[in-house]
């Protein structure tokens, strides 16, 4: 058979065709390894996800809390909690996103449910508007709706002290007294005033001190610093892309995983000198800001120091391994609540409370966790507000 009319391959071109074919079978196969890379990674992720959702779930306080234990509605309530989510807030950093739950429910606002009573209020006259800021504590971690300090606040000034009232719940998780010092002046912007304004703090000014090693700033602020301008700086969008928040799977395994290998060479943890006396500083110097702000725009404020689990005489086993588990800090948050007793400025103000004490001696648990109260120490410690609130409110009237 004559070839001499096919055409000839010259042996560079057929070396060259053999290379990019090459080549190409090099990329498709490098694409098809990062594809399933990226899938076991998603893959992966999942698991871990669902491995920690169940040991949050399996571990949460209010499951752990023995006088919880056999009740019908905790199984439900901790699920609920823990689908609470936070979204952006301009000033404060986050505000909890709405939610319709049983035992849990939070508005468009952001602001979680207050128990009201189920008469209707005096028309001839408004009720009384409380407005309560806080933190985790007066949010109510732990606890159902009705049990949360504001509401038992508005329970008892209503059936046991006969006053017409509307407490609302701005407490939030995680923030410290600035952010609330900044809601209240939003209301006030918004002429949103309060007949009253109670503040219930203490242990997250202490808490955000310890993580950042500085008084004064939000809790996890160093994800803000983290997060700040991410789209405009590769190597803060690629840790975006590949990490995320420390509360996904794989980066909460890494952690945890460094925390087990470094424990053995694990050092006592030290703190910056004048560290307590600046946190006390903070909070007092919010404490004069927020009366200021009060005092121009016509209402009373008051201010309650909060109780923490250190300082309670009889603790039982389970409180005991609650305080064990943050020992790391317990020195720091004695020698701040001690600054607070003997601060002058906080002394001498009639408006400033420190209820620290008001659980130390009682023998029952008290703390579900560090320093969330049960349901029932959330009403002593509303007992002893509404004694004050009712006072101020009664020489309102």
Same mark, same amino acid.
């Given at each position: ?11 560079? %071109? ?5 290379? !990019? ?9 490098? /694409? ?8 076991? !990674?998603?893959?992966?992720?999942? @698991? ?23 009740? &019908? /509605?905790? $199984?439900?309530?901790?699920? =609920? ?11 404060? +950093? ?6 319709? @739950?049983? $035992?849990?429910?939070?508005?468009? &606002? ?11 209020? *005096? ?22 709706? *009705? ?35 900044? !809601? ?10 309060? &007949? ?8 997250? $000014? ?12 939000? =809790? ?13 700086? %590769? ?10 928040? @420390? ?40 404490? %004069? ?8 725009? @016509? ?15 009889? %603790? ?14 317990? *020195?720091?948050?004695? *020698? ?16 400033? +409370?420190?209820?620290?004490?008001? !659980? &130390? $001696? ?36």
């Amino acid at each position: 058979m004559d070839t001499s009319s096919e055409p000839r391959v010259e042996p560079g %071109k057929k070396s060259r065709r053999g290379f !990019l074919r090459a080549l190409g079978r090099g990329i498709r196969a490098g /694409w098809l390894y990062v594809g399933i890379t990226i899938l076991l !990674l998603f893959a992966v992720e999942a @698991g871990l996800n669902a491995l920690y959702r169940w040991d949050d779930f399996r571990n949460h306080p209010s499951r752990r809390f023995e006088a919880y234990r056999g009740a &019908d /509605w905790v $199984d439900a309530y901790v699920r =609920e909690e823990l689908s609470v989510r936070e979204g952006w807030a301009p000033f404060v +950093h986050w505000r909890c996103e709405p939610r319709d @739950g049983r $035992d849990l429910r939070i508005g468009p &606002d952001g602001l979680r449910r207050t128990w009201t009573r189920a008469a209707p209020h *005096d028309p001839s006259r408004r009720p009384f508007r409380v407005f309560m800021f806080g933190g985790s504590t007066a949010w109510g971690t732990g606890v159902r709706d *009705d049990y949360t300090v504001p509401s038992w606040l508005a329970r008892i000034l209503s059936e046991e002290y006969g006053l017409d009232v509307e407490v609302t719940n701005f407490g939030e998780i995680g923030y410290v007294s600035t952010q609330e010092l900044i !809601l209240l002046l939003r209301q006030i912007q918004q002429g949103n005033l309060p &007949d009253l304004a109670i503040f219930y703090d203490g242990v997250n $000014d202490i808490f955000s001190a310890v993580q950042s090693r500085r008084a004064g700033l939000p =809790e996890h602020e160093f994800n803000r610093v983290r997060e700040f301008n991410v789209l405009g700086r %590769k190597r803060k969008a690629l840790a975006a892309l590949f990490w995320g928040s @420390g509360q996904q799977g794989l980066p909460r395994f890494a952690a945890t995983l460094a925390r087990r290998l470094l424990h053995a060479e694990k050092k006592p943890v030290e703190f910056p000198p004048g560290l307590a006396e600046d946190v006390v500083r903070t909070y007092a110097a919010n404490v %004069k800001l927020a009366e200021t702000l009060a005092q121009a725009n @016509g209402f009373p404020v008051l201010f309650y120091w909060q109780p923490a689990i250190y300082t309670k005489a009889s %603790k039982p086993p389970e409180e005991q391994a609650s305080e064990n588990r943050l020992l790391f800090v317990k *020195d720091l948050y004695l *020698d701040v609540y001690r600054r607070v007793r003997e601060h002058p400025g906080l002394a001498a103000d009639p408006a400033f +409370h420190d209820i620290s004490a008001l !659980l &130390d $001696d009682r023998p029952e648990a008290c703390y579900i966790d560090y320093f969330h109260l049960s349901e029932e120490a959330n009403g002593l410690v509303a007992r002893r507000l509404a004694e004050d609130a009712r006072a101020v409110l009664a020489s309102a009237q």
